[in-house]
């Protein structure tokens, strides 16, 4: 076979320009491994001899795609191909598009061969400049500016190019130029160069195209940094006020993206004159000196119409805090009103500038408490997170204000209840830091406790367990003696060790607690010679709190996203805030508190829903998430009827769910483009845990099948595996170790054991969304078609269904199909192919007119119609025949209504 397919593409090649199929045929050699070495140098010798000047550009770009190909697939021929491909870019007559391909393949081989690095630079500095001064090609200079790094160009030569091509003619070479000058500012020390690039940046600030602009801010602030590096004194302090005011200048300029870049540039200054960072907050002139395009720079971008811009101006602000507190100060009190905006980023973003600037000790006067406290009433969960996490730093000076702290989080928890693990550990936080002020809320409030405990306060356990960890934070606070909390409290703090442990997690051991709690109120459930001195107990406690507290804080601030500049990287972020407190309802779901989880759950849900979303790439991320959620809520009812509630039913609810969990995770997999390693494993893993919970609760009978499926999801597991670096989980390990013992069924409770010990050891983990998750989805509409307007059949015939589909994201192996159903047991398929209309892989819209053949003898009925998504990797087999799909459907759509009514015959009169 390798010699026909050889003799065939020589056939071809022998031509002066080489078809397409003799390229196709050398490609197939050159990848495959089992291609002998004569016949890969065979193609070689015959690729090098086409190699002509005289040849098209498309021939002549294959043969150099196919000579590519060989570099990095046979890297025994790497010299050779390097010295041809040298020669033939030195040829005269030589296209310049020719030359420059040429010239990358010469440098990725030698980026995969050092010792070809010096003969790169012999030929590719002249050949840069040659082309770069004479090509017309705009296309080719482009690319030459955009790759000139790559090429081992001399620096200083780099920056003389760069320089000219800032005034090209074209907008392109101006903006490459651009881009390619703010990457040179490494290993420059001459400051006249130095000087000469800070001032064409601030030239080009000026041009008529945005793009341009964009690429000058980021030549202002590249340079301008170097020259504030390089300076000494005041020299040093005059350069950074010049690039500040530079930048300032343009704060509003016409192009939203140039207001963002300027933004981002600010923020990245690390110093400025204290009288001119207060100039960028004021409107008006402060000092006469100043110049005016400082003044007011940060009240216009806190008010720009675009959140991007707005959120920009916020993380700057926070940046800046930093150089100057009296700017701090001002500025606390603009980003304080930004908890107002309208969009949801923004809000975050001011909130998290604030946190840095709190933990800075910058604090929220009290007069701008009011604000603060209004975002804990927040639609969004991360904009209430983010709150708390600044009251938490609080320091109050009053009982006043601390009252009013208090108050604010009893009313977050009232109204938000999923909160409580986050309020509980806020609470405890500040508590411990104003123990004085706490002790005197808990004396206030113990007759409340008390009540509730004599059973005359109904079930208001949220509200208790909100003021036992205000005891228990008082009593561990270096401020006052531990005796000022009452012995009762701490046995009351027993009774809801659950709730009360989940939500301070972060900062005590729930061990450590109980004994902490049983000593203090002299529990007689744990023996004298087990209860350790209080003051070690406390000491002991403060230490893991503040250890812990500490260790934690990095894993809060990864599930924040800063950098949101498109829409789709603001629902990504929001989406995996949310997904980041995964931690929390598995928790809950461990203890029973199913209830709860759903409530948590559905909260989420809807505020996902209630996300105004325009941008398409943002679709992808929202509707896994939602189906995700929707998997957890009926894994959640799952997991605690037969793991917490030890409930084993053999009724037809549990196999409903197990069935729609099945299909959701099906969906999660196959539905959706772009999901990484990680988060395939992840759902392959609940895949597993859903077949063990099955074993535990069906017949011995279904044993076989159900094992059958495990092993078989498990081998996609292992292949997984083995193509990254993902570290199993003890789940997964014990899995593949105990495959071989589930292979004939066993009886009883010995099985039943086994499959329990599995569960005991799976853990549910935090899953991160990438970005640009694409969704396979159809949109199906039925074409002049109403229950007033049926369409028209002959009994017995076919007819015609004219559908308008809309596909998304659809690849070339998925196979579709339109199901028909009558009945629960009459159904039709018909096979719908894509490419056929057209192929696409983002969104392809068309009409299909799909033969329906069972039209019964009645004189009007009524079908659903769909569009279905055939699952080839499932192991159910739906239909034998060659008239339908092989493996069960995923469907892609929801189910139209198609009403028909029988064709008359014109009556006799």
Known sequence: MEQQVLRSFLQNAANSTPSKHALTLATSLITNPSTSISTISTIYETLTLSLSPNLNSISLHHILSLLSHLSLHRPHLRRLIFSSLRSFSLLPHNSPRSVVESLSILVSIAEQDSELVQSVKEVSESVFLSVCFGCDCISVRRWLLLNATRLLVRPAVLVSVFFGFCKDPYPEIRKA????????????????????????????????HDSVRCSAVRVVSEWGQVLVAFSEGETKMYWSDALFETLCSIVRDMSVDVRLRVFDAIGKITMASESILLQSLSKKILVKSQTSNVAGAFVHGLEDEFYEVRRSACSSLSALSILSSKFACKALTLLVDMVNDDSLVVRLQALQAVHHMAQHDHQVQEENLNMLFGALFDTSTSIRSEARKIIQLLRVHSLKVFKFCVNGLVGNLENYPQDEADIFFVLFIIGRNHGSYAVSIVEETSRDIDDFFEGKLGSNGAKTAFFLVLAISASLSHEINICKIPPRMYSYAVTLLGRISSGLASALDRHVLFTYLCACS?????????????????????????????????????ISRADYQLEEM?????????????????????????????????????????????????????????KYIRVLELFGKAWTNLICLKKFPLTGEIEINFGEIDYKLRELVHMFLGVDKEAAVHLLELMLVTCTLKLCSVEPWCYEFILGKLSSIYSVVELLL???????????????????????????????????????????????????????????????????????????????????ITLHNIVVDNRLWVKFTVSEDSYQYVYLDPKQFGYCDKVKKFIFVAPFY??????????????????????????????????ELLYLCEEKEVFLSEKKSPSKT
């Open 854 to 887: 069972k039209t019964p003898k009645a004189n009007f009925f009524k079908l659903t119609v769909t569009v279905g998504m055939e699952c080839s990797s499932s192991d159910n087999l739906i239909s034998r025949n060659c008239r339908g799909p092989k493996h």
């Open 522 to 558: 002299r529990s007689t459930s744990v023996s004298d010679s087990k209860l350790i001195n209080g003051e070690e107990i406390l000491q002991h406690i403060v230490t893991d709190s503040s250890g812990n507290q500490e260790s934690c804080e990095p894993s809060r601030a990864q």
């Open 177 to 208: 130029a651009l881009d390619g000058l703010s990457n040179c500012c490494v290993g420059i020390e001459d400051r006249g160069i130095m000087e000469g690039c800070y001032f064409r940046g601030v030239e080009m600030l000026s041009d008529m």
């Open 570 to 626: 603001e629902v990504g972020a929001l989406v995996n805030l949310v997904l980041a407190q995964i931690n929390s309802i598995w928790q809950l779901m461990q203890v029973g508190c199913i209830d709860e989880v759903i409530e948590m759950l559905r909260s989420w849900k809807e505020e996902l829903e209630n996300l105004n979303i325009t941008s398409p790439q943002s679709f992808g991320v929202l509707a896994f998430a939602l």
């Open 722 to 804: 083995e193509k990254g670096s993902i570290e199993p989980s003890k789940f997964l390990v014990e899995v593949g170790n105990s495959l071989h013992e589930f292979q004939t069924p066993l009886g009883g409770l010995s099985n039943l054991f086994q499959f329990k010990k599995l569960l005991e050891l799976f853990s549910l983990k935090q899953i991160e969304l990438p970005e640009g998750l694409k969704h396979v989805k159809a949109e199906l509409s039925i074409v002049n078609n109403t229950c007033e307007s049926p369409l028209l059949f002959v009994s017995g015939l076919p007819v015609g269904i004219s559908l308008q």
